[in-house]
């Protein structure tokens, strides 16, 4: 039976940083077949196809012993045996292998009841590709002192022959995989860290981690500067965009002044009233006053609006589906930010960190209308391979981009983090988490609302700040932000299309 996958789903997963887990009650020859050619695909995204075969020998390795695990769990309580007792671990092992391989529908059944599971992650951040085998057959002490044996003892070995005429225990018949799996890991110049079991709650956790080829990387890495590159035959910021800039940092400047200097502009007022009187900043009466708007902003909050306000003028684009997807992951990140992590300073900064999450996505499409030719034919005259600009087009590395970009406009730190990050906040900067988090969980909610992504693709640390346990959970708080967002929220504060 032939076995069909998502492939676009999976690179979408891959190009945009999201885990991709398969849930399954048991592992048969089926199951096995999806999950490598998941595998392929995520390989095939990040230069590493030629290492498939040893790759995939690892994956069934691992998601086999799990499947293992939990079988041997079904066993020893349908036979009412004790597996942290030696004594009744002794005695099932001895019969475990012959019964259960003469009636294994009836113990993945009996698994499928006991509600045992096998989640299978795929996790491309930080130029590596992470494979999680998670079961909740929690592995006993005796058991994990096995596994470590067998690593260890796979160190001694320089060659698979060596291995195969060693002695080793074949009670459970687990022990030579896992030797395998370590020498071919040796042998892809991997070291032991590539390789972890673990213990985490009631879960084994198995892992992999690969890097990514760095020819790939490199290529990925010169496109991406060559976008970025581009960047200067666009116009700089509007010039009374930039002397705004400028009188908002010199602490001699009077709100008057830039007041006045504000109402210059009569797109950029009427912009500023917009937001004010937006559900954002939830007033008794509206405001007319440029000078109350100013007030009320803030001096911080305002130069924020300048940066959006400033990149929207830039790139005058008909993308009103990516506005809009900015445009809700903003209000969902400063309701978040408001109601969860209540740090006034935080609230401009994860609204705007919203609006621009996604700018070198934007950027992409719309900054130049040659821009797309030009990184192509580069692709192709240097021999990258067309893939590579097709993921790039696709969305591959584009936080990336966008943090370059926003460096080469001067950006503040703090915006360019939330940026860089917002698919990974794990991996930001410890004193940025909390705004980087708040604009990924935001983001993460558009996508879900969009079914870009699922529950189990979200962060479990993410989630737990926020208190966020169950999807339940989850979509309760999703669907009130969806009700808040349609029924106060000025979707045009910016209208894209209407400015241009």
């Not at 992999?208 to 035959?233: A, C, M, Q, T």
């Not at 954002?280 to 001096?299: E, H, N, P, R």
Request: hydrophobic letters at 40%.
């Amino acid at each position: 039976m032939s076995v069909t996958i998502d492939v676009p789903k999976i690179q979408k997963a891959a190009r945009n940083s999201l885990p991709l887990i398969i849930k399954t009650n048991k592992i048969n020859h089926e199951i096995e077949e999806q999950l490598e050619q998941i595998l392929a695909v995520f390989l095939e995204e990040f230069g590493q196809k030629e290492i498939l075969t040893q790759i995939s020998y690892c994956l069934r390795e691992l998601a086999v012993n799990a499947n293992k695990a939990n079988t041997k769990r079904a066993y020893f309580m349908e036979k009412e045996l004790d597996i942290d007792d030696e004594e009744d671990y002794q005695a099932g092992m001895a019969s475990f292998k012959a019964d259960t391989l003469n009636n294994i529908d009836y113990y993945f059944e009996k698994q499928k009841e006991a509600g045992l599971y096998i989640k299978t992650g795929y996790h491309a951040a930080n130029d590596e590709l992470t494979i999680t085998i998670r079961n909740n057959s929690k592995i006993s002490r005796s058991e994990q002192m096995r596994v470590y044996d067998r690593i260890a003892r796979s160190r001694a070995f320089n060659s698979l022959e060596e291995a195969m005429v060693s002695v080793l225990d074949s009670s459970e018949g687990a022990g030579l995989g896992l030797v395998i799996l370590v020498l071919m890991l040796k042998k892809l110049g991997l070291n032991e860290e590539a390789f972890d079991l673990d213990i985490e709650g009631e879960e084994t956790v198995s892992k992999l981690v690969i890097p990514f080829s760095k020819i790939h990387k490199d290529n990925i890495n010169e496109l991406s500067r060559e976008i970025v590159k581009e960047i200067d035959s666009l116009p700089q910021f509007p010039e009374n965009i930039v002397q705004l800039q400028k009188m908002i940092d010199d602490p001699e400047s009077e709100i008057t002044d830039i007041s006045k200097h504000i109402a210059m502009d009569m797109s950029l007022t009427a912009d500023l009233l917009k937001i004010v009187n937006s559900a954002q900043y939830m007033l008794a009466k509206k405001v007319d006053s440029i000078t109350d708007a100013v007030k009320l902003v803030g001096l911080r909050g305002l130069k924020n609006l300048l940066y959006s306000y400033g990149t929207q003028k830039i790139l005058k684009s008909g993308l009103k589906e990516m506005w809009n997807h900015a445009n809700k992951t903003a209000f969902y990140a400063y309701t978040l930010a408001k109601n969860y992590i209540k740090k006034k300073d935080l609230l401009d900064d994860v609204y705007i960190g919203g609006i621009l999450h996604d700018i070198g996505r934007i950027i992409f499409f719309s900054a130049h209308p040659k821009l797309a030719g030009k990184i192509s034919e580069l692709a192709k005259s240097r021999d990258m391979g067309q893939n590579i600009f097709e993921a790039l087009s696709a969305g591959l590395n584009h936080a990336e981009i966008g943090a370059l970009i926003a460096e080469k406009w001067n950006f503040p730190e703090d915006l360019i983090i939330s940026i860089r990050y917002h698919h990974e906040p794990n991996a930001a900067p410890a004193d940025k988490w909390e705004a980087v988090a708040t604009i990924y969980l935001a983001n993460c909610m558009a996508n879900f609302e969009e079914k870009e992504c699922s529950f189990e693709q979200i962060s479990k640390s993410v989630l737990k700040r926020f208190g966020i346990t169950t999807e339940e959970q989850f979509s309760l708080l999703l669907n009130k932000l969806i009700e808040n967002y349609d029924r106060n929220y000025d979707k045009e504060i910016i209208d894209v299309e209407k400015k241009n």
